[in-house]
């Protein structure tokens, strides 16, 4: 039988990878506590970040807010809601790397479009 780090760790990447809304850390202990009281808020936290550390998960560092985080790990992209925050995934297209990163030692490159999303169109009028 599994101990108890590593059956935390299963419930805490199938509560996120089950979720599909890219959440937060909090988001993803709300979650987790509804099942599983005795999980802590810091297990949670440290399991997620761990575990976008080692590449199991994705941790999307957004400017202005809380990091968001995805369990589907394969080449994607992403188009976030300006208006609600909502997120969702895009298929990946391909990106040319620049001929200079001005000094920078160039490792990933993420894409993240903006705009409206369904419900917030609607309310919108557009």
């Not at 976030?80 to 040319?96: F, H, I, K, Q, Y």
């Amino acid at each position: 039988m599994a101990d108890r780090n590593t059956m935390q760790k299963e419930i805490i990447h199938q509560t996120l990878c089950g979720m599909g809304c890219h959440p937060t850390a909090a988001m993803v202990y709300g979650q987790v506590h509804q099942n599983h009281p005795t999980i802590s808020r810091s297990t949670v936290y440290r399991v997620l970040s761990r575990m976008a550390e080692e590449g199991k998960i994705l941790r999307l560092d957004l400017a202005g807010g809380d990091s968001r985080y995805d369990g589907e790990t394969s080449p994607h992209s992403h188009v976030r809601c300006r208006r609600c925050g909502v997120m969702a995934d895009l298929p990946s297209t391909p990106v040319e790397w620049p001929a200079s990163g001005h000094g920078f030692l160039l490792e990933e490159c993420a894409v993240m479009y903006r705009g409206l999303c369904p419900g917030c169109r609607r309310k919108a009028g557009v």
